[in-house]
């Protein structure tokens, strides 16, 4: 979603893992690619991420030559602990969430962009709808609350976990009802979050039924392009309807996607932003 597009909008990229290291020091590789940007997701944890390189980052960020930018993803659970430190060590960051972007200028940072989820529509596959309703993602403690909620209901929803991220967008596009939950359990208040399965959900073509998050009316048209709920019985209520109703639940799909190809492929956010660096 992010290095590929860059490489088709005619970019040259070099990519540092900072789950397995590379063979040269990060140093070593900025020094000889020269780069105008360094863009990071850096997750600050280093049993899955041990070669994050925020030291080398922070120094070449004050010498000021090279813009250097972090790509946040968890501002509603994460901006006291993890975000607010972290931000200063770039010129500029971004942020999934448009209520965070006061937050960040409270603190006195500057450079913050409104950088929401995409994904990369050439993942997409066209499949035979054979999912009533489907789900990829771990089973957390709120989740199966609705889930046993629905199933008990007789809703066929059927959850996927364990899969590479290419397989995601086969059962997304296999699904006539792609649904989506936007708590997450690792925040101990359990706030709604913006989630990069919403637009991993369109870009399949299928329906999105989404758990309501504030700023997705940005987006999506709702109730146009996308479906959203509130509870889980309003969930249960539109799932049946949209299931029975096959010309509205298609032709909402198919909006969904043609405003996900107009505005949030990741070719078209990522031009964008780099736009806004310059």
């Given at each position: 979603n992010f290095y590929i597009p860059l490489l088709e909008l005619g970019h040259e990229v070099v990519f540092y893992d900072t789950v397995k290291g590379s063979d040269k020091s990060f140093?070593?590789?900025v020094k000889s690619f020269s780069p105008d940007l360094i863009f990071s997701c850096l997750t600050g944890n280093t049993e899955v991420t041990p070669y994050e390189p925020i030291s080398e980052i922070e120094k070449?960020?004050?010498k000021g030559k090279i813009k250097t930018l972090n790509w946040f993803c968890d501002d509603t659970w994460r901006f006291d602990s993890f975000s607010k430190q972290l931000c200063t060590k770039f010129s500029h960051c971004t942020t999934p969430e448009k209520k965070y972007i006061k937050k960040y200028k409270d603190i006195g940072y500057k450079n913050i962009i409104l950088g929401n989820w995409h994904c990369n529509d050439s993942l997409k596959i066209d499949c035979k709808k054979s999912f009533e309703v489907g789900f990829c993602g771990g089973l957390t403690e709120s989740r199966s609350?609705?889930?046993?909620?629905?199933?008990?209901?007789q809703i066929p929803l059927t959850r996927f976990?364990?899969?590479c991220y290419e397989d995601i967008f086969r059962i997304?596009?296999?699904s006539k009802i792609v649904f989506n939950l936007t708590v997450n359990n690792n925040d101990p208040e359990k706030k709604a979050q913006m989630k990069l399965r919403i637009f991993e959900a369109v870009c399949?073509?299928?329906?999105?039924?989404?758990?309501?998050?504030e700023g997705l009316?940005?987006?999506f048209e709702l109730e146009k392009e996308i479906v959203t709920f509130k509870t889980k019985e309003e969930a249960l209520n539109k799932i049946i309807y949209y299931h029975n109703n096959i010309e509205e639940r298609e032709l909402i799909a198919k909006k969904g996607h043609e405003r996900f190809m107009k505005d949030h492929t990741s070719k078209i956010r990522l031009e964008k932003l780099l736009n806004s660096l310059k």
């Open positions: 140093s070593d590789i070449i960020t004050k609350e609705v889930f046993n909620y629905l199933k008990a209901q976990y364990g899969i997304y596009g296999s399949s073509g299928s329906l999105l039924i989404t758990e309501y998050v009316e940005q987006f």
